[in-house]
């Protein structure tokens, strides 16, 4: 069974600092690794993705993720946060080409506070 | 414009009263899914659609009846809610086929009220 895990259940981080999101996961097989993000009363966006190749993946809004397999973990980060980056985030991950395919599991989420 | 739509946005009910809510899409999107999220939980997976007339059991599919009878669309049944099923209802879709990566396109949610 594919698990992720989002040890933060909030995130503070004063507008202009580097800001990083965990996430680790727990798949047996190669999986697909997703960012999301959800604003106040909105639908979940997505944000960038790994797939295959190389480790460091680069997304929307300044975003990117760095994937470890030997630690299992795909980090979210932004160099320089902005208020406006403060919103709810969502790791997921996939088993493509598998029986379970269609299923994308997504961790629990965590809340950015980013303050001015 | 490429979008997924949920109606209703806001629903309160009471228990046992059967309820739809639909989800339809534009983008010609062969994957469907519905998910259900609760504080804590993060989004759980209810039911999904590889395509027309084929529908897979997600995580928490108890209590709820999907259908896929055209490409488009994905109702989203609940024949008897109670109120555990009191939750944020996300309708989702993704071009899976041309491009397996499970990149989904939401909706903007249900919330939905079982008293």
């Known amino acids: 069974a594919q698990s992720v895990a989002q040890p933060e259940d909030q995130v503070n981080v004063a507008e202009g600092n580097p800001l990083t999101v965990k996430c680790t996961y727990s798949v047996s097989g190669n999986p697909y690794l997703f960012w999301y993000v959800q604003y106040p009363n909105r639908g979940l966006q997505f944000l960038l993705k790994?797939?295959?190749?190389?480790?460091l993946v680069k997304g929307s809004y300044g975003f990117e993720a760095e994937f470890n397999k030997s630690q299992t973990s795909f980090h979210l980060k932004k160099p320089s946060a902005l208020v406006s980056d403060s919103a709810l985030y969502f790791c997921a991950v996939s088993l493509p080409l598998t029986d379970s395919w269609g299923k994308l599991q997504f961790g629990a989420g965590t809340q950015v506070v980013v303050t001015p | 414009e490429a979008q997924v739509t949920q109606n209703p946005r806001y629903l309160i009910t009471v228990t046992g009263k059967k309820l739809t809510v639909t989800c339809s899409q534009n983008m010609n999107h062969e994957y469907m899914s519905w998910y259900r999220q609760d504080p804590g939980l993060g989004l759980r997976q209810i039911y999904y659609?590889?395509?027309?007339?084929?529908?897979d059991k997600g995580d928490v599919p108890e209590g709820y009846k999907v259908s896929r009878k055209e490409k488009r669309n994905f109702p989203l049944i609940l024949e008897s809610p109670s109120p555990n099923q009191t939750s944020l209802y996300f309708c989702a879709s993704s071009d899976l086929w041309t491009s397996p990566h499970n990149e989904q396109f939401f909706g903007p949610g249900t919330r939905l009220t079982v008293l």
């Open positions: 659609s590889m395509n027309v007339e084929v529908t």
């Open positions: 790994y797939i295959t190749g190389d480790n």
